[in-house]
Nanobody, 115 residues
């Protein structure tokens, strides 16, 4: 079992930046891939970025070049640096940790980008 807690969301103007954090506790050594997803009102949850235990990263086309995912294994924390934000990035952002092909989710953090 692992517990994930996101933080760092908030209100930002278009063109601005935010840094999200995801703190993991519990069976953190068992976590392989970690990722970020988001869900906008009325839309399905969508993949944003993932990072493996070997720090290989993958991004959705919609955020490539603007968002950067990273992880600090020593402190069991994952980050999402978000730059050049636009109103289309407004959503609840969730982190996910995968253990033995099972995904664990945080409670989400709201990101709102004003125009």
């Amino acid at each position: 079992q692992v517990r994930l807690v996101e933080s760092g969301g908030g209100l930002v103007q278009a063109g601005g930046s935010l840094r999200l954090s995801c703190a993991a506790s519990g069976s953190t050594r068992s976590i392989n891939t970690m990722g970020w997803y988001r869900q906008a009102p009325g839309k399905q949850r969508e993949f944003i970025a993932r990072i493996t235990s070997g720090e290989t990263t993958t991004y959705a086309d919609s955020v490539k070049g603007r968002f950067t995912i990273s992880r600090d294994n020593a402190n069991n924390t994952m980050f999402l640096q978000m730059n050049s934000l636009s109103p289309e990035d407004t959503a609840v952002y969730y982190c996910q940790g995968v253990i033995s092909y099972r995904g664990y989710w945080g409670q989400g953090t709201q990101v709102t980008v004003s125009s």
